[in-house]
């Protein structure tokens, strides 16, 4: 298998923690990888990536201008590489314009969309940014929301359409590609079966003793003590800690009921289809 492998998900539902997995089933070692230095890393978006391949500096360009540009990057990059590569995302799977996809399928092997519950995300994603809840809930549910669309400042990361919640997760489960979905409540409470699913599709080693092994090397209080002894350079500098809960149902500690109804109204129709919610409207996680 050659070409792209897209880790793509909405930010804070397990993309990191899938990564370091990766890293620490392909190293077959018996230490944990460092997790600054990870698989899929940079991030696609990473100006600099767009900035040596392309050879003209993003700062000179517009928004529009870049995503343009963006599918020729990631084209050149598969076409260069001699083995599979695995990145992260966050951009939504969209069109740049009428018929070019962001993501292009001549560079495209598949994707990893990793997906979580949208009131937990909506806890960790405002811890990450370091703003209220109300806010992050009110971005969740835009059509428009982007990252790093502002021009006050160089950020070393390029604009990122997200789209709403429900938009991300639709755009990408909806793309047509080889696409495996990964609920991060299975990740946590079913984590070999889950993960192996995932190494299957990836066509990696199957060997469930490598995976356990991979698993064990890659557990939150490892990530944690990593960080607190060395950083991480994903993390915002907003936040204090990247890996600070990753627990599953740790809205109901944080959010007030209108809070999770919110998120409910304007995802519930996604959280149905994804098993966020059963058939009496109550959340399953």
Request: proline share 3%.
């Amino acid at each position: 298998m050659k070409g792209i492998i897209w880790l793509a998900s909405y930010p804070k539902s397990g993309n990191t923690w899938f990564r370091i997995f990766l890293a620490n089933l392909k190293g077959d070692q018996k230490t944990p990888v460092d997790i600054n230095a990870l698989e899929g890393s940079p991030i696609a978006s990473a100006r600099s990536i767009f900035d040596y391949n392309v050879g003209i500096e993003a700062s000179d360009l517009d928004f529009d201008e870049i995503d343009r540009l963006r599918p020729e990057v990631y084209q050149h990059m598969a076409e260069k590489s001699e083995e599979t590569l695995f990145m992260k995302v966050h951009d939504a799977y969209i069109h740049v314009n009428e018929n070019r996809l962001l993501f292009p399928l001549g560079a495209t092997s598949g994707a990893v969309y990793l997906i979580r519950n949208p009131l937990d995300v909506a806890v960790s994603f405002a811890y990450h940014l370091n703003v209220d809840y109300d806010t992050v809930i009110s971005r969740m549910a835009d059509e428009n929301h982007s990252f790093c669309d502002h021009n006050d400042r160089l950020q070393n990361q390029l604009r990122q359409q997200l789209l709403s919640w429900s938009g991300h997760v639709l755009s990408w489960t909806r793309a047509k590609i080889p696409i495996c979905v990964l609920r991060y409540e299975d990740m946590k409470q079913n984590p070999v079966e889950t993960f192996k699913m995932a190494v299957r599709f990836l066509k990696l080693t199957q060997e469930e003793n490598r995976i356990k092994s991979a698993l064990t090397l890659s557990t939150f209080e490892e990530l944690q003590r990593q960080e607190k002894k060395m950083g991480f350079r994903e993390k915002s500098p907003e936040t204090e800690m990247f890996f600070r809960r990753g627990e599953v149902g740790a809205w109901r500690d944080e959010l007030t009921g209108g809070q999770a109804r919110r998120i409910i109204m304007d995802h519930g129709k996604v959280m149905r289809s994804f098993g966020y919610l059963n058939q009496q409207n109550h959340v399953v996680f």
